[in-house]
């Protein structure tokens, strides 16, 4: 079974620069979240989807960070502009229908210059 | 809001030790428990999954317990090996969400 697949794996931009995020989770998984990992810290919730609908977006920046998943597979998570404070590894996980384990991807590296 | 604590932040031992890392949670309202392994630079490995109504689950040398009313968890690893070197997150999955702790970061020495 094909695990939660990111890309890319690492990324360096400029702040104010724009940048994206893609994220393909575990074939037939109805929640996909997107996370954010500040260095020496524990993942924090940005958004969850249930299919292609939100349930949760409250810790998201949304003056700059935007989400969405297509057709309630593929996911795509973009910043604009990015800031300094935006440095973390971005996490996509993926869960079957209910609370059920969640699975996670290798993770996008982002720092911002 | 749920918030979740790992006890210790860090912990050194030498190899072959037993050895027990904590987790906490304020809402006792939750679906399952879960326990990560975190390499390096890497992504989350899943190690082990309690459901709400269990009390334990094992896994090889791991074995993870859950307390929910207290809103404790433990894992427990026994004889450690150096490859057992790298962080360990407990997340909790309540109403639809998954909250983590801030993780223990464990190192083996040969």
């Known amino acids: 079974e094909a695990g939660v697949a990111q890309s890319p794996r690492y990324k360096i931009i400029e702040k104010r620069q724009s940048v994206a995020f893609w994220c393909n989770p575990i074939?037939?998984?109805?929640?996909l979240y997107w996370y954010q990992q500040i260095l020496g810290q524990g993942p924090k919730l940005l958004i969850q989807?249930?299919?292609?609908?939100?349930?949760?977006d409250s810790q998201l920046p949304k003056d700059r960070f935007s989400a969405e998943r297509l057709k309630g597979v593929d996911s795509t998570l973009k910043i604009q502009p990015a800031k300094l404070e935006d440095s973390a590894v971005y996490l996509c996980?993926?869960?079957?229908?209910?609370?059920?384990?969640?699975?996670f991807g290798q993770g996008t590296r982002l720092t911002v210059v | 809001k749920q918030e979740v604590t790992q006890i210790p932040a860090a912990l050194s031992v030498p190899e072959g030790e037993n050895l027990v890392l904590n987790c906490s949670f304020t809402?006792?309202?939750?679906?399952?428990l879960q326990w990560f392994r975190q390499d390096p630079g890497k992504g989350l490995t899943s190690l082990l999954l309690?459901?709400?109504?269990?009390r334990e689950q094992t896994s090889g040398r791991l074995n993870a317990s859950l307390d929910k009313s207290s809103g404790r968890s433990t894992l427990y690893i026994a004889a450690s090996q150096p490859g057992d070197s790298a962080t360990y997150l407990c997340?909790?999955?309540?109403?639809?969400?998954?909250?983590f702790g801030t993780g223990t970061r464990l190192l083996v020495s040969p």
């Open positions: 989807f249930q299919n292609n609908g939100v349930v949760d």
């Open positions: 809402d006792s309202a939750i679906y399952n």
């Open positions: 309690i459901q709400s109504s269990q």
């Open positions: 996980a993926s869960e079957g229908g209910g609370p059920t384990e969640a699975f």
């Open positions: 074939s037939g998984h109805a929640t």
């Open positions: 997340a909790v999955s309540g109403f639809q969400k998954l909250v």
